[in-house]
């Protein structure tokens, strides 16, 4: 059995160690919000955050997570009012909207990092990818909230 | 734990604006017996007053999208048209998606449903229109029934109808019932552009606050009772059969519930889509490839290079070609030719295709993302052998489109592989089996030759286009006279002004499958066309911005795009060294864009695109703010395909596997776009998803050949060789 504690609440699972534990969020805990893009941690769209920092889920066996705090886009907020959010609302960012959980995600620990972030910060640190070419609007909300979360 | 979302087709799109403004997100999670007491979803709704549009007792105005959600803002400026007629209350609306099986039974009423070539707002406006003031007029008659006075004292407006004289005023909702049973002698007349008050508002998207927070229902995320999960893999080389596997290496592993043989791709279902997967990566499928898998891309490339020495099928031939060359070069013109190629490439959607199918007796349900409900309904009938009043389509949110839900090759393996394990089954393509069977943008090879007058003009234009037919391989086969639009868009309805013109054309297909890619062949076509003018400017010493001007001086629209970006894009203004502008234009979907990009080539070569200015032309906008991020998105999507896009077949087989190989724009790649809108009123209402990415390629080319004089004709352009150019 393998302890885990996704937003808060705690899951005692029978389950492979090796599972990559975007499969244990998205089919046993039933979790969907957070996505399958690839499968070998190159477009992000299955970040979440474990003990606060920005993982991609589909690379980490759930084994390895065991015993830490995780977090899904289902808990960053239990209003949408988190300011990442609240910033990607205002700028309406999300185009078909399937990579923007893992954008989001990515982005709420890349804050915490750089509460004052240039683009060229962005640039080194944000490498999800969006095929809707939702960019611009991702820095621009970025900015938005890092403002937000100083007022 | 495993608790069992199901959503109805209703559910998966519901959004709306609270009446205080905030936004309010109805997606609700049905559980099991809701399930079985409403097993198929519903498509009529007591509170309607037509097919597109209910009134509920609340006032909440549900509009049935007859497009799809893939991004590009349907369910957001799809119903914007239907409010702007009739005149309700926009915080109420909610959009659900029409039923593609109500379509089939009401005489196609939603029209042919298809979410392809830009056509939401492009090909259903009018109806839309339509269907608003058919049931604003009907709603305005009922209330002065019952008030006993005439329909001109009425007036409708916020959704309520008043009647002036008096001070009475009645909810659409209370009048629904009376309106839906009241016959209009004519359909009402619509607004025009210039009555317009809610159409050219840039409104939040609906679907915003769903997808900011994991609520917006994919594909992917749909959840059944007693659901099982498949992984597949298909023949590696594209129409080759399965000869034979062994299941013995994963008898016995832990949630594996059977292997199931298709006579083109095995599959494994288990409980659990990963063990699924990991089951299938330990079989070892034998397939018969035939000859198709002795080929490869520069066999390809011959081949598409050859057939430009063969015949060609005519797609334009003005004035008289042969002689105007003749006389050209006797007069001291000038010929200028070249060879053109790109490369087969990738949607790479973010979501792999995945569909769940569930049979229950005579009945079929499946769930999956699809461009083509009504061709989804057809697929499915013709693989499960019911007929199509036996099946419902539920479509989800689409995790990208671009063309490749056009053709949903996954739902034939759901329904497949579901009859065969007799449970309701989701069935997912790696991200792998998604790269390696697509339905790609063609190859193609191209030959443009022409001859500049003393002047420096063109005289005569002679185009040969070699490329892949998209009409076979989508299944229509509908090629006239050798020929088909996608294989010569941009090319042979160039709006340049050349008095002798031929272009001609010849289909070749592989066993590739080819498909319709964002701005399909005006993908390929706008790289051939914009970069091969900017060469002739070059060749004639004229700059390449002034040169099409000249050369588009009939067409007041495109001077009007052409001198925005000029201007706007700080055209001919000096720039650091290794810096360069490029400029393009192009028509496509009754859509004029253009674009100039600035880039810069270091010692090394490495190109980095910083800022790309774009004006488009669409006529009418529905909303701004999508128009904007539509041409965003269409930018960074061409500049993928030009920069990185190549697939390459090796033994028959893609080569390109995931992200790794087959890399992608990120933030750090992209550049600053500004999109300004350079509208000239008429009566079109141009497409806005493709056209954006048309132009880009070119844009970037030329503008590479500005910062070093090395004109790239093939893509994509990172295979060129520039360093030490710049």
């Not at chain 1, 990579?99 to 640190?125: R, W, Y």
């Amino acid at each position: 059995m393998i302890s885990l504690t996704v937003n808060g609440k705690a899951y005692e699972l029978d389950i492979e160690p090796e599972t990559p534990l975007l499969w244990v969020i998205r089919d046993e805990i039933g979790l969907t919000g957070t996505k399958y893009g690839c499968g070998i941690a190159q477009c992000g769209a299955c970040t979440v955050h474990v003990d606060g920092e920005a993982v991609r889920s589909c690379g980490l066996q759930v084994g390895d997570a065991a015993g830490k705090a995780i977090t899904t886009i289902e808990g960053l907020s239990p209003d949408t009012k988190h300011p990442v959010q609240q910033a990607w609302l205002a700028e309406d960012v999300p185009q078909c909207g399937y990579c923007q959980s893992g954008q989001i995600m990515a982005a709420v620990a890349f804050l915490k990092e750089h509460p004052s972030p240039t683009d060229a910060d962005i640039d080194d640190n944000l490498t999800n990818i969006c095929r809707c070419g939702t960019y611009v609007r991702i820095r621009r909300a970025i900015h938005r909230a890092a403002a937000l979360m100083k007022a | 734990m495993n608790q069992t979302i199901t959503l109805s087709r209703r559910q998966f799109v519901a959004a709306s604006l609270t009446a205080a403004g905030g936004l309010a997100i109805s997606v609700n999670f049905a559980d099991a017996a809701t399930i079985g007491a409403t097993p198929y979803g519903e498509d009529t709704a007591p509170n309607e007053i037509n097919a597109f549009l209910a009134i509920e007792p609340d006032g909440t105005i549900m509009f049935r999208s007859p497009h799809a959600e893939m991004g590009q803002g349907a369910i957001t400026a799809l119903p914007m048209i239907v409010a702007e007629e009739l005149e309700c209350d926009w915080a109420r609306i909610k959009v659900e998606y029409a039923s593609p099986s109500r379509n089939m039974r009401e005489k196609m009423v939603y029209g042919d449903m298809v979410t392809a070539g830009s056509r939401g707002v492009r090909m259903s406006w009018r109806m839309l229109q339509q269907a608003g003031a058919s049931a604003r007029v009907r709603l305005v008659a009922a209330a002065a029934k019952r008030w006993g006075v005439a329909e001109g004292e009425c007036e409708a407006a916020n959704s309520k109808v008043t009647h002036k004289a008096s001070g009475r005023s009645l909810d659409y909702a209370a009048l629904v019932a009376d309106a839906a049973t009241i016959t209009l002698a004519a359909e009402p007349a619509i607004k025009t552009p210039a009555q317009f008050k809610l159409i050219g508002q840039s409104l939040p998207r609906l679907d915003t606050p769903l997808k900011i927070n994991g609520a917006a229902k994919f594909a992917l995320d749909t959840r059944l009772p007693d659901m099982v999960y498949a992984a597949i893999n298909a023949c590696p080389v594209m129409g080759g059969t399965l000869m034979s596997v062994d299941d013995a290496p994963v008898k016995g592993r832990r949630g594996v519930i059977q292997v199931v043989k298709l006579p083109d791709a095995v599959a494994v279902v288990a409980d659990r889509y990963w063990r699924a997967k990991e089951a299938l990566a330990q079989l070892k499928p034998e397939w018969d490839t035939g000859a198709a898998g002795k080929t490869d891309s520069a066999q390809f490339a011959k081949l598409y290079r050859d057939t430009l020495e063969g015949p060609m099928a005519s797609a334009r031939n003005d004035g008289d070609v042969v002689a105007a060359f003749a006389r050209a070069q006797s007069t001291g013109g000038k010929i200028v030719e070249a060879l053109y190629e790109a490369p087969h490439a990738a949607h790479a959607q973010m979501e792999p295709l995945n569909a769940t199918a569930r049979f229950d007796g005579d009945r079929l349900e499946v769930w999956l993302g699809t461009q083509i409900q009504m061709g989804a309904l057809r697929l499915a009938a013709a693989t499960s052998g019911l007929k199509p009043e036996q099946i419902t389509i539920h479509n989800c949110f689409l995790g990208g489109g671009f063309g490749r839900r056009g053709n949903n090759d996954e739902l034939r393996h759901a329904i497949l592989v579901a009859k065969a394990a007799g449970k309701p089954v989701k069935l997912v393509w790696s991200r792998e089996e998604d790269m390696t069977h697509d339905r790609y943008r063609p190859q193609a090879a191209v030959r443009l030759k022409t001859a500049l007058d003393k002047d420096g003009m063109p005289v005569a234009f002679d185009a040969r286009i070699a490329v892949g037919s998209i009409q076979r391989d989508s299944g229509s086969g509908n090629t006239p006279n050798g020929l088909e639009p996608q294989a010569i868009e941009g090319i042979a309805n160039t709006n340049y002004r050349i008095p002798n013109l031929r272009v001609g054309a010849m289909l070749r297909n592989t066993h590739i499958k080819v498909g319709f890619w964002r701005s399909v062949g005006s993908s390929q076509n706008a790289f051939f066309m914009e970069s091969y003018i900017d060469e002739l400017a070059h060749a004639a010493g004229k700059d390449p911005y002034r040169f099409r001007r000249a050369l588009l001086a009939h067409r007041g629209d495109f001077i009007r795009v052409i001198d925005t970006i000029a201007e706007k894009g700080d055209w001919g203004k000096p720039l650091p060294a290794g810096h360069g502008r490029g400029i393009a234009i192009h028509e496509c979907y009754d859509t004029i864009i253009g674009q100039v990009a600035e880039v810069s080539v270091d010692k090394q070569g490495n190109v980095r695109v910083h800022r790309v200015v774009a004006a488009v032309d669409c006529s009418t906008v529905v909303n701004p703010k999508i128009v904007e991020a539509q041409i965003e998105g269409g930018i960074i999507y061409g500049l993928s395909a030009a920069l990185y896009g190549d697939i390459t077949v090796k033994d028959g087989a893609v080569e390109q596997e995931n992200f790794d190989t087959y890399p992608m724009v990120r933030l750090a790649d992209a550049p600053k776009i500004e999109v300004h809108l350079a509208l000239t009123p008429g009566k079109r209402w141009g497409g806005i998803g493709e056209p954006g990415t048309a132009p880009t390629a070119p844009a970037v080319a030329n503008a590479i050949f500005a910062a070093t004089g090395v004109r790239l004709r093939k893509m994509p352009l990172k295979d060129a060789n520039l360093g030490g150019r710049a």
